[in-house]
């Protein structure tokens, strides 16, 4: 793990983005660059860092942390579904293959928690009892287990937000996805978090929850934009979790959790990050990145200049 100290030394540096002549056409979303090159896209991982849906400020090394741990889940959930990478040729990058996306966004939740005017806990806690058409059993608390894994589909965001909550049924019957591609997609989604929360109990994490994205390319599904990172999914050190306090996050939630209890929820001018705090955030990246892997991480340095040029060294794209 870097020290406290590296972590604070790196922040002048983070990644903000990176800007390539005649690649185009570039699409920026919240926390990633994508570009077209023939038939394939350049993923580029940015330091930038999103909660409630804006871009909040920089995290140190984050870019790299989901870029690469997303390879190494990639490679390992090759037998449930295969993915779109056809390489990642640096800590930052990914080239993959194009595919015609799916238009929901497949979350998979083991506990029922969150924050969000979306999230599982919110909702019930309002009194929904069949969320996202889920039927569940009245007395649960927050950040009890379910009693069995959910998939809470929403349509992809639009505009820097969720357009909708959907219900299984209404994907199929307003043919969002047709009936025997949603099955499949459910199916992997599944077995996909079960892999997940293996692995990160044997990491001493609870995996909460995760966001999947599927696309299809000449009829076959692939798994696709990131995988069990500490931005799509919310983990949970284990031994804080019972313990009769909010469990820690080792995540994106405790940046988000942070701002809630800074009374923002994504409206007006969010507070100002200390230095401190970024590298706590930083250090939660890592960390969980180290825990899953069983990997120390080893952050590719940036070399010395103005941004282009120092960004531009992170896509020696092959061929």
């Not at 449930?80 to 595919?99: F, G, K, M, S, Y």
């Not at 309002?126 to 894994?149: C, E, F, S, T, V």
């Not at 250090?283 to 940036?302: K, S, V």
């Amino acid at each position: 793990m870097l020290s406290h100290a590296e972590l604070l030394a790196a922040i002048p540096a983070a990644l903000a983005g990176v800007d390539l002549p005649d690649w185009g056409p570039k699409a920026s979303g919240k926390v990633r660059d994508i570009y077209r090159r023939g038939d394939q896209l350049v993923l580029v991982t940015t330091d930038r860092i999103s909660a409630f849906d804006r871009v909040l400020g920089l995290i140190p090394y984050k870019g790299q942390v989901l870029n690469q741990l997303s390879a190494w889940w990639f490679e390992r959930t090759r037998d449930i579904v295969p993915n779109h990478v056809v390489a990642v040729p640096d800590p930052n990058v990914t080239l993959a293959q194009e595919t015609e996306t799916v238009p929901v966004e497949v979350v998979v939740r083991g506990y029922i928690t969150g924050v969000t005017t979306t999230s599982l806990w919110y909702l019930y806690e309002h009194g929904d009892r069949a969320p996202y058409g889920i039927p569940l059993p009245d007395g649960l608390h927050k950040n009890d287990p379910l009693p069995q894994p959910v998939i809470t589909p929403t349509t992809k965001a639009s505009g820097g937000a969720h357009d909708e909550r959907l219900t299984r049924d209404e994907i199929v019957k307003r043919d969002i996805v047709p009936g025997a591609l949603w099955e499949r997609i459910e199916q992997a989604a599944l077995r996909l978090f079960e892999r997940g929360q293996q692995v990160a109990r044997s990491a001493g994490l609870i995996l909460v929850d995760t966001k999947y994205e599927f696309g299809l390319l000449n009829g076959e599904l692939l798994l696709i934009d990131e995988v069990h990172t500490p931005d799509s999914s919310r983990f949970w050190i284990a031994e804080t979790y019972g313990s009769g306090h909010e469990p820690a996050n080792y995540d994106k939630e405790y940046l988000r959790e942070w701002y809630a209890a800074q009374g923002y929820r994504g409206d007006g001018t969010p507070p100002s990050m200390s230095a401190d705090f970024i590298a706590q955030v930083a250090a939660r990246y890592i960390g969980a990145y180290e825990r899953l892997t069983g990997l120390a991480f080893a952050p590719a340095e940036l070399p010395a200049g103005d941004r282009i040029a120092r960004n531009l060294v992170a896509l020696r794209v092959p061929g």
